[in-house]
């Protein structure tokens, strides 16, 4: 029997966990194996190195994260440990393996002063502390193991986990209007083509470590996407353009977050789909249910 490249996946229902879940039986030459935190704990050292030494993957694909953005401004420490800590040693135990690492990282790792799209090497300054946990793994990455992957990604949504799209769709089935953000500007990525992207880079044949940045084309405001959201169900829902300055947060956002993928899609040839023809797929799904 031919012998089959396996894949780690970890955080497997999150929403690019289960986006990956979903695509995995497309890939059949591969042999996936999938842990949830019940299975994984990022918050053990001990057990993340026992378990990749005993899967002996080929590719880990880290979809894992401490991702409650408000609650790590006081939750520090369980947040460093699981975007910092926890991913050094996963990166270093791939190294040993000789398994290729691809972690996941966010645009949240710089401020949002710069109003154009940032390349992979602009200097990070993170606008939270979720961002500066974010930022301390990729550093740790890069430290313990030179050769892997790390794809920066901005406003994810799927038709799993919570996400902005069904609690738009929720509120806009219960409210006559709602007051949504108009003066923070990002770019959505639809997790399932962020799943589709990895797999790309998977089976490419090819292995350019470094730092990539991918999301949906496009550049919006938080009601725009909402206003899109409102008009694919067909809700009478008013959406309200509100400034940042009316919606207050603990963690403070950046105010325009927008990357360029030139280099994914260079060097991986990967198409980054429009917003709203990704947005448009999974409200449908999300509608069918
Ligand atoms: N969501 C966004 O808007 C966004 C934006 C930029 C970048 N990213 C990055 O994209 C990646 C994927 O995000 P996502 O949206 O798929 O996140 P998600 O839906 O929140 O999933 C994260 C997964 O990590 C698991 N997890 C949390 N703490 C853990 C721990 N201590 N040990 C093991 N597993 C743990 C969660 O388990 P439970 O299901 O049990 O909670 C969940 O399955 C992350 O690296 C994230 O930082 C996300």
């Known amino acids: 029997m031919q012998y089959k490249q396996k894949i780690l996946v970890t955080g497997s229902n999150g929403q690019l966990g289960s986006e990956i879940k979903e695509l995995a039986s497309s890939y059949p030459a591969y042999d996936f194996h999938f842990f949830t935190r019940a299975e994984l704990s990022l918050d053990s050292s001990a057990i993340i190195e026992e378990i990749i030494a005993e899967v002996n993957p080929d590719y880990l694909i880290n979809c894992a994260a401490y991702t409650a953005v408000d609650k790590a401004e006081t939750e520090k420490e369980q947040a460093l440990q699981i975007n910092g800590t926890a991913v050094g040693i996963m990166a270093e135990a791939c190294a040993k393996l000789g398994a290729k690492f691809i972690h996941i990282s966010t645009d949240y790792v710089f401020d949002g002063s710069i109003e154009k ?122 959406v309200n353009s509100i400034p940042t300055s009316s919606y207050p947060t603990p963690a403070k956002r950046p105010l325009y977050s927008v990357m360029d993928k030139t280099k994914i899609q260079t060097c991986y040839g990967i198409d980054t789909k429009n917003w709203k023809e990704s947005l448009a797929i999974c409200v449908r799904k999300l509608t069918a249910k």
């Open 117 to 238: 799209p940032l390349q992979e090497d602009a200097p990070v300054s993170p606008v939270n502390y979720y961002g500066e946990s974010k930022s301390a793994g990729e550093q740790v990455v890069m430290q313990a193991n030179a050769e892997s992957i790390i794809i920066r990604t901005s406003w994810v949504y799927s038709f799993y986990g919570k996400n902005f799209v069904k609690t738009m769709m929720r509120l806009m089935s219960e409210k006559e209007s709602i007051n949504v953000v108009g003066d923070q500007w990002g770019s959505p990525t639809y997790a399932a083509d962020l799943a589709v992207a990895i797999m790309q880079i998977i089976t490419s044949g090819k292995w350019v470590p470094g730092i990539y940045h991918f999301s949906n084309e496009g550049v919006i405001t938080w009601a725009q996407f909402a206003g899109e959201i409102a008009s694919l169900i067909q809700s009478p829902c008013v």
